[in-house]
């Protein structure tokens, strides 16, 4: 991939901090909680344990050090859960916090680095086509419910477990046409938040695009990369460009638009769209009209480098 360079000053959505929102998480309670360990406590991290402060604190409180030999011993909501279930009545942890909904049993006392199931889950929400989401439309174009928004016209969405799965929003997609190139980075490749993280390519321009949340590349969609057009038909579901492991989940958040805060961004960035167009383009929106699908290829009278520069908030890549 070439190298690529983002603009120097790029200012983040200003946020309070708040609970981590996981697409189609529907528990919340902490599995502690779920254990019997503690009283109360809802997850704010879409059980994610291992990036979770409060599951290190309750190490820490059982003497268990933050290191590498302790982090092989299993914690202790492990424990109870042991204690607490027995044999046909055990559940699997994936049951308690939500992730299936088919009842299964564990057959494995609760040892899940051992379990060839617990590892199918890891590997289908990586490789296979992810739930669908629902939509809410902003001036035409279609907002995914559910889902994180970057302010350079990405989306992501937080898995169970907390990994990130990352993709190009409907604006960006519909602006900029159907992509005929993709360049996604190689598995493995560490990405920070507001730096460029790939690009995409369409008649003989490039554009690079931030990454919306810092983290190690796991899976890439090469689906996309083989057949771009995919890209527009379904941008939210079938679309979707890679899958990322956060090192700093809550963190990422703070650069984030989501629920209500990215429908008044985007009514926003449709605004500055239509400036950009002109009078003719205000006043088909005055008048309830939409902004036209593949908007650069329809010869409009707007630069390339403009669009990129103004919605992805990058430099055209060389």
């Excluded at 902003?138 to 928004?149: C, D, E, I």
Aim: proline share 5%; with cysteine; aromatic share 10%.
């Amino acid at each position: 991939m070439k190298k690529r360079t983002g603009l120097k000053s790029v200012k983040a959505a200003q946020s309070s901090p708040r609970r981590i929102e996981g697409f189609q998480v529907l528990e919340n309670e902490c599995i502690w909680m779920k254990a019997g360990v503690i009283n109360y406590r809802l997850c704010d991290h879409a059980y994610d344990c291992n990036n979770c402060p409060f599951d290190t604190g309750m190490r820490k409180a059982m003497g268990m050090d933050d290191n590498d030999e302790s982090k092989k011993i299993a914690p202790r909501w492990v424990r109870y859960l042991q204690e607490r279930y027995h044999g046909s009545s055990r559940p699997c942890r994936h049951v308690l916090t939500g992730r299936i909904e088919a009842p299964k049993i564990c057959t494995l006392n609760y040892e899940c680095h051992h379990c060839s199931y617990d590892q199918l889950l890891d590997e289908m929400d990586v490789s296979g086509v992810p739930d669908a989401p629902g939509y809410k439309l902003v001036s035409g174009f279609r907002m995914a419910n559910g889902y994180y928004y970057h302010l350079g016209h990405n989306w992501l969405r937080i898995e169970h477990g907390g990994r990130l799965r990352i993709g190009l929003d409907d604006f960006a997609v519909r602006v900029f046409g159907s992509p005929e190139t993709i360049e996604l980075p190689p598995l493995g490749e560490v990405l920070q938040q507001h730096e460029v993280g790939w690009a995409f390519g369409r008649f003989d321009h490039h554009a690079a695009v931030l990454a919306p949340a810092s983290g190690t590349v796991l899976a890439v969609n090469h689906r996309v990369k083989e057949h771009p057009e995919v890209l527009r038909l379904d941008p939210y579901q079938e679309g979707w460009l890679m899958i990322l492991e956060p090192k700093a989940p809550k963190q990422n958040l703070k650069g984030l638009y989501f629920g209500e805060e990215s429908l008044h961004w985007m009514e926003m960035e449709t605004r500055a769209l239509l400036e950009l167009l002109g009078s003719d383009y205000e006043k088909l929106a005055a008048t309830g009209g939409q902004v036209v699908d593949d908007l650069f290829g329809s010869g409009v009278d707007i630069s390339w480098d403009k669009l990129v520069h103004r919605f992805l908030r990058t430099e055209q890549t060389a």
